[in-house]
């Protein structure tokens, strides 16, 4: 496969790298082919790998776009025409580590906390179905459930409940990363009943 | 622990009935105590829980919040006085199954592929570091690759390029579910960097 890498930094040179290893010829775009750091990039990935201009690099059939995102726009539009390829959005719309540029404005868990005023409230247990909460085991393994909210003596208090049911209790911060785990409860919703993965399944986090 | 239960259907009826059998005190708020529905919950949870109203479930230190998105803010605001109460909000705002009523209104993927006009856009590798991209494997587990895109042919290119790196890749539906990969993206670099988890986890898609 002909792959066009535009955005060589830490995600673009390394998914390019091991397309390339892996046998696929591979184009990384770049402003300055003769950069020390291009050349290394280049001679690390293999014969199959060369640097190019984003230009060259957009001919390929296959582009991946691991830009940072204020650059996305610019760099997307100078690529020429794009007409029915297949382009891979490695991007996030990262405002800073707290935000997205865009979308996540806000989430139910932050207007529950409105309404009840003066509660403490924390977001969990809504990343899952009921099915899962009944019973979480899968074989050995323990669930990841995710929880967020402002007060730290109420997360401890859901992290000993979610202990007690067999989860793996994972603090996510504040309450306004509810706009994280509200997305994340769709997304099981819609992997379940949409994209016909069934009830069955959930995530676990793993450490290594 | 007291608990009170306000919405006790699928999910705060299996929650409510689990922490009722590890010896917790449950109260299930309901507006019919002594529906047919109500008893056998409350005899399926054991002695230790009972069916009140709504404003007497509200009293418990602890509340579980596990009403329809449409009924929650109603309910919330008819449960008397909630200062200082940890209230557990496992609602989420669901507009449908194709979307939140809050937060989520568009996404990354879906710009680029307004500025990447006739391409056809696959968002993908956007929820995990370069770490894990460079080596995903944690022991024989297989990392979950979510992505998304409305043109069939070149998910299944994503799908074979994510697979040949080592990952689970799984089809989250069409390109609008960017608007819950790209969060996903913010909760793994969240945990990574501010909630002391580091960069070397991920998470895996169990199946059962």
Redesign the interface.
């Known amino acids: 496969?002909n792959l066009g890498i535009i955005g060589s930094g830490?995600?673009g040179?390394?998914?390019g790298t091991?397309?390339a290893q892996?046998g696929h010829q591979v184009t990384f775009a770049t402003r300055k082919p003769d950069s020390k750091e291009m050349q290394e990039l280049v001679a690390g990935a293999g014969p199959t790998a060369r640097a190019a201009s984003v230009q060259d690099a957009a001919k390929a059939e296959?582009?991946?776009?691991?830009t940072p995102?204020p650059a996305?726009?610019e760099i997307?539009?100078s690529?020429g025409?794009?007409?029915?390829?297949?382009?891979?959005?490695?991007?996030?719309?990262?405002l800073n580590?707290?935000?997205?540029?865009?979308?996540?404005?806000?989430?139910?868990?932050e207007?529950?906390?409105q309404?009840?005023?003066?509660?403490?409230?924390?977001?969990?247990?809504?990343t899952v179905g009921?099915n899962i909460?009944?019973d979480p085991r899968?074989?050995d393994?323990l669930?990841?459930l995710?929880y967020c909210g402002d007060?730290a003596?109420?997360k401890k208090?859901?992290h000993s409940?979610a202990a007690?049911?067999g989860f793996d209790p994972?603090?996510?911060?504040p309450l306004s990363?509810?706009?994280?785990?509200?997305?994340?409860?769709?997304?099981w919703?819609?992997?379940a009943?949409?994209?016909g993965?069934g009830r069955?399944?959930?995530?676990?986090?793993?450490?290594?």
């Open positions: 496969m830490n995600v040179g390394t998914l091991r397309w892996a296959v582009i991946l776009l691991a995102w996305t726009e997307v539009r690529a025409d794009l007409s029915g390829k297949v382009l891979i959005d490695v991007t996030n719309p990262l580590l707290d935000g997205l540029a865009l979308g996540t404005t806000t989430s139910g868990g207007q529950v906390a309404w009840a005023a003066g509660a403490r409230v924390v977001k969990a247990f809504n009921n909460m009944a899968f074989g393994r669930l990841a995710l007060d003596a109420a208090t859901v409940l007690e049911l994972i603090d996510a911060g990363q509810a706009r994280l785990l509200e997305p994340m409860a769709l997304l919703i819609s992997l009943l949409k994209q993965l069955e399944f959930a995530f676990q986090l793993l450490r290594r």
